[in-house]
């Protein structure tokens, strides 16, 4: 029954859908829970530490019920967004709703959409690999699963990983970059993987290819379908998605790097390279995704058996709190920096 507590996380698409089915004050949704009840009630309520004895973690690495939990989150995504277009095509909503819906599906992308996606792009099983690039459709972000798996976690934590940001560096100037390197980053990949094959580039070989040609069918497919204005609006909730994702990638790393070695490559990655947070409320609604020094230490492993690490660099907050603040960046920086640079000093 403990276990249950991870249905939870519908919660978000539950106020997604009620928040267009309302409409009005309530149209942002998503955006309230996930940045307003949630911030809030973190602030008063436990976090924990606990981990799992090695027996129990194998147990529950192979129960079902964690990996349904996950599966189901694709039809109810696109059911959220088919809603959506539903209602923007109906007409008859005042610019507030139609601003309100567009981010409250925007932050659904964002959670249930490219964080399951996150998860299910680290599995092996062709099954749950395809999932995962649904999920990223709808985020116009398939890239994502190259450029992640292939070059964030090997070049995390340091400046040739375009998802690290800086000390000092804002969060505005960071969206950008990382946006833009990371796809440019998933081409060059793609490209390597296909030279050291002996394949050609330019082949139906090269998934890069593939994801743009699946994404322009998707955009005029809603096209089609919805009014060719709709192609806005799909753009527009993607892009809330999109963002929501790289203000997270901003306050998991940054100003954390690893050292660079005499022999020119970096040291191992390790739990002290990422920021942590053991807020349970972030925990749940993130599926274990604010326990990322453990999933940058060990990829493969599982949400629901990640570990804390006490070297691990811990948020003074809980993840949707850390990500507001991050939007300020003279306060982001007054509140961050001095503690990257102590932690920095405690781990040199």
């Known amino acids: 029954m403990r276990d249950a507590k991870y ?11 009620l928040g267009i089915y309302f409409g009005g004050i309530w149209s942002f949704g998503a955006v309230y829970v996930a940045f ?27 129960i079902l019920f964690f990996d349904v939990l996950l599966y189901l989150n694709v039809p109810i995504l696109y059911a959220a967004i088919l809603y959506y277009f539903i209602t923007i095509e109906a007409g008859g ?40 690039k649904m999920l990223l459709l709808s985020a116009m972000y398939m890239h994502f699963i190259i450029e992640h ?24 100037g960071f969206w950008f970059r990382s946006i833009t390197q990371s796809y440019i980053g998933a081409w060059k990949l793609e ?10 580039v330019i082949s139906s070989e090269n998934d890069m290819i593939w994801f743009q040609i699946i994404q ?35 306050i998991e790393h940054y100003g954390l790097s690893r050292k660079k070695l005499a022999s020119g490559r970096y040291e191992n990655v390790l739990p002290i390279h990422s920021w942590n947070s053991n807020h349970e409320l972030g925990r749940i609604f993130l599926y274990e995704l604010t326990r990322h020094s453990d999933h940058h230490f060990k990829a493969t492993r599982k949400y629901q058996v990640l570990r804390h690490f006490e070297e691990s660099p811990q948020l003074p907050l809980g993840y949707p709190a850390s990500m507001l ?21 405690v781990i040199s």
């Open 149 to 172: 798996n292939r070059g964030h976690h090997k070049n995390v934590a340091t400046p040739e990983d375009p998802a690290s940001a800086r000390l000092g560096e804002s969060i505005y």
């Open 36 to 62: 307003g009840i949630i911030p809030l009630l973190e602030l008063v309520l436990p976090y924990s530490k606990e981990n799992f004895a090695k027996e129990k973690e194998e147990k529950r690495s192979v």
């Open 216 to 250: 322009v069918i998707y955009l005029l497919t809603v096209g089609a379908v919805f009014g060719w204005a709709m192609i806005l609006y799909a753009l527009a909730i993607a892009l809330g998605g999109v963002i929501l994702l790289e203000t997270v990638n901003y």
């Open 7 to 17: 249905l939870l996380a519908y919660i978000a698409p539950l106020s997604a859908f």
């Open 325 to 345: 603040l991050a939007l300020l960046p003279p306060v982001w920086f007054g509140y961050m920096n001095d503690k990257v640079k102590k932690y920095s000093k």
């Open 191 to 200: 490209t390597q993987r296909l030279k050291r094959q002996g394949k050609a």
């Open 93 to 132: 909503l005042t610019t507030f709703e139609t601003v309100g819906m567009t981010l409250n599906i925007g932050v659904l992308i964002g959670t249930i959409g490219i964080n399951v996606a996150h998860e299910l792009g680290h599995r092996t099983t062709k099954f749950e690999q395809f999932l995962s």
